[in-house]
């Protein structure tokens, strides 16, 4: 259990998973002083060593079973690829650890409810990594929307735009991709702030469409947009492309987000054309994962594009280091902190798997929806 209110509670950490996210988060939990025992673990042994070594961690392994087992540790880190979430997020609830687990909770559905179920009966508290929650920019409006600024919101509008070095990356590590469509992978996260905005509003309806020209050989689609209604008759459009070409200057992603309500209105431009580099020497700043080599050179970048953050003088700073500190605050002091519950992990993988089945199918779907309909 995490600290109550007032005590202060020493972390004993376990990551799991020491690529690049399974880094920026252990590194951070050198520095954070909560944090009194440090494991890493990869199956990949030359990472685990060397994040091992980086951090001066106090054990590491290539095997999850054998870190999760330490009496030292009370807490854990899932940081594997998306396809290896669900053993070692079932092998942590059993030891009773707090977790903070990295989007989305499983790949399948059968497996996110498996998940979600085993985290809700053990009573751990978990926490999901949606990381734009900690942006100032969303918490800014998520309070006027708190606080009933623009009266009742009816109208939504979400407009994802991503370069397609992530499907071509997030793709070569697997030959499992039938579930890692754009929806999936990383529209959850604009669909995760979008309902977290509209928190209380519940889709009873989805309808969508998807397409697939430029990145159908490699077993996804390029696109998804979908309607959404809500069962108070909010109308919310969900729209992503990940299929932008590699030189488009957004590292990551761009995000447009519109909320119309009874007496005011939000616009959201998130699209990082503020920050522009250009230079002769081609520009990889934000995003390259290790051993992906794009076709393309890139001359142009969208400065603060890489949604974790950005590196300074070798440390990482943004959202991704707000996330992680307040995951470990509220571990070790009982801090509120606004995270995505287990709750909300579960809802995302299935509504994102809802617009696909929904664009499948060429049909709108009622929800929510029987889970076992996927399997129809
Ligand atoms: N919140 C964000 O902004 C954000 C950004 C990028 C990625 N992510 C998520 O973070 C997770 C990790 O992504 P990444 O980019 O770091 O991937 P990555 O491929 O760089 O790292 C994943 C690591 O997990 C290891 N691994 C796989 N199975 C394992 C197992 N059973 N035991 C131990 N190690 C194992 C792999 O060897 C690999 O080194 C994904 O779920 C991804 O969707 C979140």
């Known amino acids: 259990m995490s600290a109550r209110k007032g005590e202060r509670k020493e972390i004993g950490l376990a990551v799991v998973g020491s690529g690049t996210i399974g880094r920026i988060r252990a590194v951070m939990a050198r520095t954070y002083p909560g944090v009194g025992w440090l494991?890493?673990?990869?199956i990949n042994e030359g990472l685990a060593r060397k994040l091992a070594e980086d951090t001066q961690a106090d054990f590491w392994t290539t095997d999850y079973r054998e870190l999760l087992k330490r009496s030292e540790v009370n807490a854990t880190i899932i940081a594997t690829d998306e396809n290896n979430h669900v053993a070692p997020i079932l092998a942590a609830v059993e030891q009773g650890h707090n977790l903070f687990i990295e989007k989305p909770l499983a790949t399948d559905v059968?497996?996110?409810r498996r998940v979600y179920d085993a985290i809700a009966k053990s009573g751990?508290?978990?926490v999901i990594g949606y990381t734009n929650r900690f942006r100032r920019r969303f918490l800014a409006i998520k309070e006027k929307l708190r606080t009933g600024e623009i009266g009742e919101v009816t109208t939504v509008t979400t407009r994802a735009f991503m370069n397609r070095m992530v499907p071509l990356a997030t793709l070569r590590r697997t030959e499992e991709r039938v579930n890692l469509q754009p929806m999936v992978v990383?529209?959850?996260h604009s669909l995760d702030m979008s309902l977290w905005l509209m928190e209380g509003k519940e889709p009873v309806e989805v309808y969508a469409r998807s397409n697939d020209a430029v990145l159908g050989s490699i077993g996804t689609k390029d696109a998804t947009f979908g309607i959404f209604t809500m069962k108070d008759g909010t109308l919310w459009s969900m729209n992503i492309s990940w299929a932008l070409p590699i030189v488009w200057p957004g590292a990551v992603y761009g995000l447009e987000i519109g909320i119309v309500g009874t007496?005011?209105?939000?616009?959201?431009?998130d699209t990082h054309r503020d920050l522009v580099l250009a230079s002769e020497k081609a520009q990889w700043s934000g995003y390259r994962p290790e051993g992906y080599h794009p076709e393309y050179e890139r001359h142009v970048e969208f400065l603060t594009s890489y949604p974790p953050g950005d590196i300074y003088n070798g440390q990482l700073w943004g959202p991704m280091r707000e996330e992680t500190n307040a995951w470990f605050a509220r571990l070790y002091t009982g801090m509120d902190t606004p995270h995505a519950t287990p709750w909300d992990g579960h809802r995302n993988l299935v509504l994102t798997m809802a617009m696909g089945?929904?664009?499948e199918r060429g049909v709108p779907l009622k929800l929510p929806?029987?889970?076992e309909e996927f399997y129809r």
Do not use: F, H, P, Q
């Not at 494991?39 to 990869?42: K, L, N």
């Not at 007496?263 to 431009?269: F, L, P, R």
């Open 39 to 42: 494991g890493v673990c990869d």
């Open 110 to 112: 059968r497996d996110s």
């Open 124 to 126: 751990v508290d978990a």
């Open 186 to 188: 990383s529209g959850t």
């Open 263 to 269: 007496t005011g209105v939000i616009t959201v431009d």
């Open 357 to 359: 089945l929904s664009a």
């Open 369 to 371: 929806i029987d889970e």
